[in-house]
């Protein structure tokens, strides 16, 4: 990461695109009229929570330092 974005979306949440993300997978799983898909959704949260977003959020901590610890207490991780 070059610049850490507060600006848009990231102004609600840290993770926008993720949160994104669950609602097309919601929506799809509506649209299927099927509800099996929801019970691959904790696991699918746990990988992303655990397994991309705690990289990221280290990695932005280190590359921002202050700026990136500022701006986790001003804006939720989800919504």
Known sequence: ASELCMD???RFSRNPIYVGD???YA????WLATAWPL???PLIWLLL???VIRH????LDARFGDA???YKTRV????
């Open 56 to 59: 990221e959020e280290a990695h």
């Open 22 to 24: 669950w609602f097309i």
């Open 68 to 70: 990136y610890r500022d």
């Open 27 to 30: 929506g799809v799983t509506l």
């Open 49 to 51: 929570r655990y397994g």
């Open 8 to 10: 848009g979306p990231f």
């Open 39 to 41: 019970a691959f959704a």
């Open 76 to 79: 939720r991780r989800w919504l």
